[in-house]
């Protein structure tokens, strides 16, 4: 079975820190992603990744880098975190580059506070 | 950003009744998927429905992507507490796009 897991599944920070969010999964995908998921706003991409070293901004990067160094780890840092930032982070990874049928397998969550 | 309607945003129900979740939008999708999301989990794949027209089942759970590929439904007949959760559909766009659009779910409340 693929397995992604996240560093940490509830984490509290406080306004200005720096916060590292860690993804890593077992099954040599190729693809992982980073989510926010809100109420009411579903998921939201905010990075993506497609090989080492290579990533793309999603729909939402602002306030937001990443790094995959590894590939099987893809990180999400919020540089400066703000109040705005606190939600469910979520990671994914699939394994085609084609998405037809390409499903995305996801982590259990970060809920993430930033007091 | 595609913009990928989900209706109702939440449904109760009692066990043993029928249900029908709604995923629309303005443009054509190349797939859509459907995932199901418990509390304190992540995402999991329900199924994919590639072509226009197409009819998945998965047990008491009914999919239908609509013919020109802009809409789908996911139908649960007599619905347990088991099937308590958020659905949640995803649009992909083109050919070889491996980013998904997601719907902003409908949470499913199935009372014993």
């Known amino acids: 079975d693929v397995k992604v897991t996240q560093s940490s599944r509830y984490l509290v920070k406080r306004t200005g820190e720096k916060v590292f969010l860690e993804c890593v999964q077992d099954?040599?995908?190729?693809?992982m992603f980073w989510y926010r998921q809100d109420p009411g706003l579903g998921l939201r991409l905010i990075y993506f990744?497609?090989?080492?070293?290579?990533?793309e901004k999603g729909d939402i990067p602002e306030g937001y880098s990443v790094s995959r160094e590894k590939k099987e780890r893809f990180s999400l840092i919020l540089e400066s975190a703000s109040t705005n930032q606190t939600s469910m982070y979520l990671c994914?990874?699939?394994?085609?580059?084609?998405?037809?049928?390409?499903?995305?397998?996801f982590g259990p969550g970060t809920r993430l506070t930033v007091l | 950003t595609q913009l990928l309607e989900q209706s109702p945003q939440f449904l109760s129900i009692q066990e043993g009744e029928n249900l029908t979740v709604y995923c629309n939008s303005s443009?054509?999708?190349?797939?859509l998927q459907w995932y199901r999301q418990e509390p304190g989990e992540g995402p999991v794949l329900l199924v994919t429905v590639v072509t226009g027209g197409e009819v998945k089942k998965l047990k008491r759970l009914t999919f239908q992507f609509g013919d020109a590929r802009k809409d789908s439904s996911l139908h649960i007949t007599a619905a347990q507490p088991g099937d308590t959760g958020l659905y949640l559909c995803a649009g992909v766009w083109g050919i070889n796009d491996y980013k998904l659009s997601f719907g902003a779910g409908t949470t499913v409340t199935v009372r014993a």
């Open positions: 443009s054509v999708f190349s797939s």
């Open positions: 990744s497609y090989d080492v070293k290579m990533k």
């Open positions: 099954m040599d995908h190729e693809n």
């Open positions: 994914a990874s699939s394994l085609l580059a084609d998405s037809s049928y390409n499903e995305q397998f």
